[in-house]
């Protein structure tokens, strides 16, 4: 039963969130989902998604940060209001786990 939290930070603080569908019982779940966050233009620098994959009855899976850093969040630059897919790496989540740049990709 795994889902994803999807949050837009700005800085530490969650400005924005959304949880994509359940997917039940699959192994290797695929979420094919979009997420429409209205941002000003000028606001789009300091602001990334954070991606948590949750497990309902279990612990948190990995997590992923897309941002200004990666090459996903240049692309959905460089085509507003195109869909953007790609995959992200799950990272292991602890409690005092922050982005850095060697998170970049």
Request: charged letters at 30%; proline letters at 6%.
């Amino acid at each position: 039963d795994t889902y994803i939290r999807v949050a837009l930070m700005c800085e530490s603080r969650k400005i924005g969130r959304k949880k994509t569908s359940v997917q039940n019982g699959a192994p290797n779940p695929t979420f094919n989902e979009s997420f429409h966050f209205d941002v000003a233009e000028d606001d789009m620098k300091g602001v990334f998604l954070s991606l948590v994959v949750e497990d309902s009855g279990g612990p948190t899976l990995g997590k992923c940060e897309v941002g200004p850093w990666t090459d996903q969040w240049n692309e959905m630059m460089e085509k507003p209001r195109k869909p953007v897919t790609r995959w992200c790496q799950l990272k292991e989540v602890t409690s005092d786990r922050r982005r850095s740049s060697g998170d970049q990709e």
